[in-house]
């Protein structure tokens, strides 16, 4: 069974940082590309970015802007999001997600974790 479990978000004040983790059981990160979306309240989710382990790549929105880094532990497979610089439009529900490659749907996605900035 395979599951994603997002921890790490919270209230924090405008100007903070905050690391999102994203914790794989059942899969293999390593064989997947691991994205981050977010979700606001009242707009559609919106994709973050994307790390590819096989290609040790990353990718981002262009929102994004140097705020956010996406990496990640293979030996935990686990993947994280690092938020610099927190605004108050960062206030969202994060999710993480997987997909085998860039052709193929987001097969599995997490819970989601809130994350509240505060101006």
């Known amino acids: 069974q395979v599951q994603l479990v997002e921890s790490g978000g919270g209230l924090v004040q405008a100007g903070g940082s905050l690391r999102l983790s994203c914790a794989a059981s059942?899969?293999?990160?390593?064989?997947?590309?691991m994205a981050w979306f977010r979700q606001a309240p009242g707009k559609e989710r919106e994709f973050v970015g994307h790390?590819?382990?096989?290609?040790?790549?990353?990718y981002y929105a262009d929102f994004v802007k140097g705020r956010f880094t996406i990496s990640g532990d293979n030996a935990k497979n686990t993947a994280y999001l690092q938020i610099n610089s927190l605004k108050p439009e960062d206030t969202a529900v994060y999710y993480c997600?997987?997909?085998?490659?860039?052709?193929?749907?987001?097969?599995?996605w997490g819970q989601g974790t809130q994350v509240t900035v505060s101006s």
């Open positions: 997600t997987v997909r085998k490659s860039l052709r193929e749907e987001y097969a599995y």
């Open positions: 059942g899969i293999t990160f390593s064989s997947y590309i």
């Open positions: 790390i590819s382990w096989s290609g040790g790549t990353t």
